[in-house]
């Protein structure tokens, strides 16, 4: 008779087991070894075994692996013992090695309840209140363990698979407080030689460095003290984060262990799964990196199985953070937690993302910062100096009027560090084509004035963005003809413009000769000849003295410049002006010539001119209404003209009896008996047919006091007659100086001793530009220049070639004066922004005009021999493009012509690269002597800019 196994024997089997488990093994083990006499006792009741009854007891459970069941399975006993047998073997075999792997496991592998209970306890090297925080987190991991182990308990039976998947992903959660104490006071240990770093949860790979960095340098500064002396690559130094993320990142961890949801576990053991095999990857990659890199160790210890954004944990962070961050953990326990399963990719990217981002933004702004303190007193050196004793035109020109164009103090030097080299260039696409003058031909500008009832649209308009583009040649441009015969004729494709020909051949202006045009010397007031009518004028009246008492004076209305070509033979230099109107070409036929002259219009703004400068104003013919609108256009010549200096006026209404010549003529004797001006005398040429009303200018302010009338009335006491630069006209007038020692109350000396001559009103109680007292730094500038002509000659220049010069940034003027016994003329240029000493130009019998080089100079393309730039561009480059003014220096300079750069080394290294871009040819560098001599080309590019 054959008898089942008795149920007691199994019984005792399944209690020692549980007993063993409970004592001996892991949680997660237990639960398996349970699991195996389940399903032996669960197999034998529905297919029971029967053995012989004679058999031992001791070996019943043996023998019923070799024998067969009850009738049913009679058949194939062989078969169902194996079965059993090898099922039994397995569940033993996975049950080892799960507790083989349970008390080995990596603390790499933890999960984020065990990340986030170490990380307390890091953090709170320097403070020991944090220690409460980590028992709370210790405790809610065990409660959570407990909770998940019953769940799985219950469904082991009928859902195995799906069992032995959950127990892995549980593995790591239900570590137990030891091994969990274990690892927290070894990862404090390993703590004492790092400081705190941010943890990412959401990103469980390898972050740049920059990061995860702390903006603030002193944050670990207490918890370095006490863990000894680190290094100072080991401070981070490039991301903080605000309170409310802190509380955030500690609730976010809280909500995730809520084992409310099965979906939850469900998706932080896909996760798991996912995420493993890098996790691995990066325990590897820590154990390498550790000692060099605490914030990367950090990093890898994330957990796969919780949703979370841990951005930073602040170390200096105090109990009330984290009681406000269990309050808030509570709330969320309760069940307001936020679904972040939905979002964990994106904000995988996103966490990275917006922490680089922060990081060089944080970065930048502190370099930034350091970058405007080092600035800012240099600045202010810079300041003090220059205004211990000079105004500057700027200063003088907005204190005038509130519209200067653009703060002058707003400085690009922390901008814009331009790779020069890698400039392109375009040919300009304008309809002026050749001859483009940007402030001149702004048409965009032009067409939204209000009215041009004061020529305001032939004053300077110049574009908000100044252009870089280059200016093409005329087809069939020559080099220019070399003066004195460029006086007579010049190359027509130079300047191909046929209507003043057209319009004026008959008065000599200009006429047709083959591939010339030429120029008989003659003008309106003129026409046989302009150098007979220098010596009419001087005929009228001798007090005029060309050469001696008179040597510089501005032209009005000049054409082509010829009255101011001939006066060269006198020793007199003109400034001529004249706008650029339907008399086409007109300033650009005196410059090819070899002619001072701008393009300027008198209109609605004073002339770019100190006040008291010129000997004389001459007009012929000039077409000024000067009586119109209370005489503001006369008045702005009465400032500019010296006291006791001369206004030679050549004009229809001086000696024609014409009913509208005759109205001019009495509307202009009582303006100018208004203004104290004296009639010295009228006087006809016979051979020119014309005649001349020459006026002197008062010396004193008697006349003016003893008017019946103030009209036209005297300028304010605060009107500043030297701010010229966009200053909006006044019909006023200014008072004569009646201190002696003031600039304007004496003649200069006569020409030529003007020249050397230190001018009387600059004395030693004054400061110069160098610094020392105003007199000696005049005579010390002479100095410096005395051998320029020869030390030019050795770097390229031939003087031969050379008739129209420009020194770009003059001081006193000595570079002009250097080259006075030369055939050359010289416009020196005060820049706005430096001391004001274009009074000092005058006075030594030069000429100049102010201007801002970070705009256009009103003057046509191809202009200039010769450029000189003393220390100009080091300066200029803090408020503008070098680019700018390197396409301007390109405009204005002839093909041939040549730019010489004095100025800082790095300066000059820029302006080197950029000029090898334009195909300038670099004659000398040398940047031990911080000089550059280049030469333009006829190189221009083949693409046109856009519109």
């Known amino acids: 008779m054959n008898d089942t196994i008795p149920f007691s024997y199994l019984e005792h089997f399944y209690y020692f087991i549980l007993s063993f488990s409970l004592q001996h093994l892991p949680p997660q083990t237990s639960l398996i070894c349970l699991c195996i006499p389940t399903f032996i006792i669960s197999f034998n009741i529905l297919y029971p075994f029967q053995f012989p009854s004679q058999h031992n007891t001791h070996y019943t459970l043996l023998m019923a692996l ?61 403070t020991n209140n944090d220690l409460s925080s980590t028992e709370d987190t210790l405790e809610t991991t065990t409660k959570v363990t407990d909770e998940s182990a019953e769940t799985i308990t219950n469904r082991a039976i009928e859902e195995l698979a799906e069992t032995n998947s959950k127990i892995e992903s549980q593995e790591d959660t239900s570590t ?30 390898h972050l740049p460095d920059d990061a995860i960095k702390s903006d603030d340098k002193n944050n670990n500064n207490e918890a370095n003290k006490q863990k000894g002396a680190s290094s100072d690559s080991e401070i981070s130094e490039a991301s903080s984060v605000t309170q409310e993320e802190q509380v955030t990142s500690m609730s976010e961890s809280g909500s995730e262990q809520n084992s409310e949801t099965e979906k939850v576990q469900q998706g932080s053991a896909e996760a798991y799964e996912g995420n493993k095999k890098d996790e691995e990857g990066d325990a590897k990659a820590q154990d390498a990196t550790e000692s060099q890199n605490a914030n990367e160790a950090e990093t890898q210890e994330l957990s796969t199985g919780q949703k979370q954004d841990v951005l930073s944990f602040d170390t200096n962070g105090s109990k009330n953070d984290e009681e406000e961050a269990n309050k808030e953990q509570l709330r969320e326990d309760k069940g307001e937690i936020t679904k972040k399963d939905e979002n964990f990719e994106s904000k995988k990217g996103e966490t990275s993302q917006v922490s680089e981002t922060e990081s060089e933004k944080n970065e930048n702004q502190g370099s930034q910062d350091e970058s405007e303190q080092r600035q800012k007193p240099k600045a202010e050196k810079k300041d003090k100096k220059s205004k211990k004793a000079w105004a500057t035109q700027a200063d003088q020109s907005h204190n005038e009027k509130k519209r200067q164009k653009g703060e002058l103090d707003n400085s690009n030097s922390d901008e814009d560090k331009e790779k020069q080299e890698d400039n392109t260039w375009y040919l300009c696409n304008v309809t002026a084509g050749a001859d483009y003058i940007p402030c001149l031909d702004n048409e965009k500008a032009i067409k939204k004035l209000r009215s041009t009832k004061h020529f305001q649209h032939r004053e300077r308009h110049c574009p908000e963005d100044p252009p870089t583009c280059l200016v093409s040649l005329p087809s069939g441009y020559k080099t220019s003809i070399e003066w004195p015969g460029s006086r007579d004729k010049i190359w027509y494709h130079n300047v191909p413009q046929t209507l003043l020909a057209e319009v004026k051949g008959h008065q000599n202006w200009v006429k047709v000769t083959g591939e010339y045009l030429t120029f008989p010397g003659g003008g309106t007031q003129f026409i046989h000849g302009a150098l007979h009518y220098i010596d009419f004028v001087q005929q009228a009246e001798t007090g005029i003295a060309w050469g001696k008492r008179t040597r510089v004076i ?32 007109q300033v650009q036929f005196a410059l090819e010539r070899g002619i001072p002259a701008i393009s300027a219009v008198m209109g609605s703004q004073r002339l770019p001119f100190p006040s008291r400068v010129f000997d004389l104003v001459h007009c012929a013919r000039c077409r000024v209404p000067w009586s119109d609108e209370g005489g503001i256009l006369l008045l702005e010549l009465n ?97 004569v100086p009646d201190n002696k020692a003031e600039r304007g109350a004496k003649w200069p000396e006569e020409w030529p001793s003007r020249l050397q001559k230190t001018p009387y009103w600059l004395n030693n109680s004054q400061i110069g530009i ?68 274009l009074p000092i130009i005058y006075e030594r019998g030069l000429f100049g005009i102010y201007h801002d080089w970070c705009e256009s100079f009103s003057t046509y393309p191809r202009t200039y021999d010769l450029l000189h730039a003393d220390n100009l561009f080091s300066k200029l480059k803090e408020r503008c493009k070098l680019a700018v003014i390197m396409a301007e220096v390109d405009r204005i300079a002839r093909p041939g012509g040549k730019l010489i750069v004095r100025d800082e080394s790095s300066t000059i290294s820029e302006v080197e690269a950029l000029l090898k871009s334009l195909h300038w040819e670099i004659i000398f560098s040398n940047d031990q002597k911080d000089l550059l001599s280049a030469k333009k080309g006829t190189w221009r590019p083949d693409s046109v800019a856009s519109s």
């Open 176 to 205: 137990t407080e030891d091994s969990a104490e274990t690892n927290t006071k070894s990862e404090s240990q390993k703590d004492t030689s790092t400081t705190t770093t941010t943890v990412f949860g959401d990103n469980p790979g």
């Open 639 to 735: 400032r500019v003209l010296r006291p006791g200096g001369y206004f030679v006026w050549s004009a229809t209404p001086v000696y024609q009896k014409l009913e509208e010549d005759v109205q001019i003529w009495n509307e202009m004797s009582l303006l100018t008996k208004s203004m104290c001006w004296e009639l010295v005398t009228i006087n006809k040429d016979k051979l020119n047919q014309v005649g001349a009303a020459i006026y002197r200018k008062p010396t004193s302010n008697e006349c003016y006091e003893q008017r019946e009338k103030s009209e036209p009335p005297m300028c304010k006491d605060d009107d500043d007659p030297n701010a010229a630069w966009y200053v909006p006209l006044q019909a006023c007038m200014h008072k």
């Open 554 to 585: 501005l032209d009005v209305g000049c054409g082509v410049g010829s009255f101011g070509g001939y006066l060269f033979e006198r020793d007199v230099i003109a400034m001529s002006f004249a706008p650029k109107d339907e008399h086409v070409a």
């Open 770 to 837: 160098y610094g020392k007292p105003a007199a000696k730094d005049f005579a010390e500038d002479n100095e410096r220049w005395k051998n320029v002509v020869d030390e030019l000659s050795n770097i390229g220049i031939t003087w031969s070639n050379v008739r129209n010069v420009m020194d770009m940034k003059a001081v006193y003027g000595g570079f002009a004066a250097a080259l006075g016994d030369l055939p050359v003329w010289v416009f020196n240029v005060v820049n706005i922004d430096s001391p004001d000493t």
């Open 66 to 126: 070799f024998k067969s069941r009850n009738n049913r399975r009679s058949s194939s006993p062989s078969y169902v013992s194996t079965l059993t047998t090898l099922l039994f073997i397995a569940l033993c075999v996975f049950g080892v090695w799960i507790y083989r792997s349970n008390t080995g496991v990596s603390p790499q592998t933890q999960t984020d309840e065990a990340t986030s209970t170490r990380m307390s306890v890091d953090t709170s090297s320097t």
